[in-house]
């Protein structure tokens, strides 16, 4: 086995190599495994904690913005790779359409030129997220793709085009019979930290929301008289979180399945969510929970006033696509292939999730 990984130094590459190491140290099967890590070379902090850590694997200095990836004077044999697992990219929700653009829709374009340098690649493994749903209302299955859906952010937008970029390559790959590859498609709810040490290492999606409430709480205005209060979310949303852990797990899992060897030609989409999330009242009405403020929270009904509150309390607008979103996310293949992982919900990891953020919040505290 002869892996490529990109993003090993982000929020789910880190979880990622622990699974790694630990299957390497367990199984018999994996133990002469080869890895190559691509790092940007302006990482010198990570590069320095990997080279430490991770003597097992080749540290490959490159960056996917560019054309040709691999610096010059490093000898890689493409020859050898048989997988490809990409989980760099953009996760900002509001950063800008270049920025997004180019991390999330020229990396994976330049990403896939290099994988046709691999004669021998067999699998592809892309973490994608479950934004491409867009603005769908309804299930949203995993075999679905593409259903006229519309983007309210530069994120979700560009990340449609990488998986589509994707898509086609595996259309064009697997037209020659004679060199077919397996794409897996990995789709994310919103990721939030570990589940069972609450331990996340950015912030984004529910963090945003918790981080403003602890400045409330700890700046001691008084919100104890009060027994309801509108926020912008619709009724019917949904709040689809993932611990880290699980998307890791699943990534992991699928890296070292028994039959890795087994190539199908098959494109395969998972939506790693748990089968129990929250809607986003309960998960409101408990943010206040933990903080000893028993409040109901009332939704304001239209967006465009979600919007102007968002921004009026400094949260980002981009936040009510999510809390106002009427699509639902099946998971019949992730359950089906992962089993236990989809067990994994809300109510398992719910006081560990919101201690460790308003541990890390306390007086101001940020990442």
């Not at 299955?141 to 979700?156: C, I, P, R, T, V």
């Not at 589509?164 to 595996?170: C, E, K, N, P």
């Not at 509108?230 to 699928?254: D, Y």
Request: with cysteine; hydrophobic share 40%.
């Amino acid at each position: 086995m002869n892996v490529l990984i990109t993003g090993i130094t982000g929020f789910v590459g880190t979880w990622l190599l622990e699974e790694i190491k630990s299957a390497m140290a367990t199984e018999e099967q994996f133990a002469d495994a080869k890895f190559y890590f691509l790092i940007r070379p302006a990482n010198q902090q990570k590069l320095a904690i990997l080279k430490r850590d991770c003597s097992w694997a080749t540290l490959v200095k490159g960056d996917l913005v560019r054309p040709e990836i691999i610096m010059a004077g490093q000898e890689i044999d493409f020859a050898k790779i048989d997988t490809v697992i990409h989980a760099a990219a953009s996760y900002d929700l509001t950063a800008n359409y270049a920025d997004c653009f180019v991390h999330n829709v020229t990396g994976t374009l330049n990403l896939l030129a290099l994988c046709r340098q691999m004669p021998n690649l067999k699998k592809i493994i892309y973490i994608s997220t479950i934004a491409v749903s867009g603005d769908y209302q309804g299930i949203y299955k995993e075999d679905n793709f593409e259903l006229g859906q519309k983007f309210a952010d530069h994120y979700s937008k560009t990340k449609y085009s990488a998986e589509q970029l994707v898509r086609d390559f595996y259309v064009n790959r697997n037209a020659d019979e004679q060199k077919p590859v397996d794409v897996v498609i990995v789709r994310p709810g919103i990721i939030i930290g570990d589940s069972e040490s609450g331990q996340f290492t950015n912030i984004n999606g529910p963090y945003y929301f918790l981080q403003w409430l602890r400045k409330i709480h700890d700046s001691k205005i008084p919100m104890t008289p009060l027994l309801t209060l509108p926020l912008p979310f619709g009724k019917q949303a949904s709040f689809p979180l993932v611990p880290v852990n699980v998307v890791s797990k699943a990534i992991a899992q699928e890296l070292f399945r028994q039959d890795h060897q087994k190539v199908e030609g098959k494109l395969s989409c998972f939506h790693v969510v748990p089968s129990e999330v929250p809607n986003f009242k309960t998960f409101v009405e408990d943010s206040f929970s933990f903080l000893g403020h028993r409040l109901k929270a009332i939704p304001i009904p239209w967006p465009k006033l979600g919007n102007f509150a968002l921004e009026t309390i400094g949260l980002p607008k981009e936040l009510t696509h999510y809390t106002y979103s009427k699509c639902q996310y099946d998971n019949k293949n992730f359950v089906e292939r992962f089993g236990p992982l989809a067990n994994i919900g809300y109510q398992s990891y719910r006081n560990i999730f919101f201690q460790s953020a308003y541990k890390k919040f306390r007086s101001g505290h940020t990442l």
